[in-house]
């Protein structure tokens, strides 16, 4: 859902960092090399879809998983950018 957040789609206050601040805020919560599984919708480009949802391309994923190193990935075939959504193991660094 990390995807949809500060884009006030279900009542939340706009914040177009959010979803990182998010990241930011679990990081925080999890143990030393305590693990995280995420899958958020990744493209060749960064967009906001309008209130949608975002779509993680070169830029702004890294940013979303500063302070996690991947671990694993796994891809599914998908048809359309928002249906791209690896699911990431993620440790935090």
């Known amino acids: 859902a990390v995807e949809h957040f500060g884009l006030g789609r279900y009542g939340d206050p706009q ?3 959010a979803d990182l601040e998010w990241m930011r ?3 925080d919560c999890i143990a030393d090399k305590g693990r995280l599984i995420l899958g958020v919708p990744q493209s060749d480009q960064d967009k906001v879809a309008g209130c949608w949802h975002r779509l993680y391309g070169p830029n702004r994923l890294p940013r979303l998983l500063d302070g996690w190193k991947v671990m694993r990935s796994i ?7 928002w249906q791209n959504q690896p699911v990431l193991t993620l440790e935090k660094i």
Do not use: W
Not at 75 to 81: C, L, Q
């Open 15 to 17: 914040n177009i960092d």
């Open 25 to 27: 805020t679990i990081r």
């Open 75 to 81: 891809s599914v075939p998908y048809k359309e950018d």
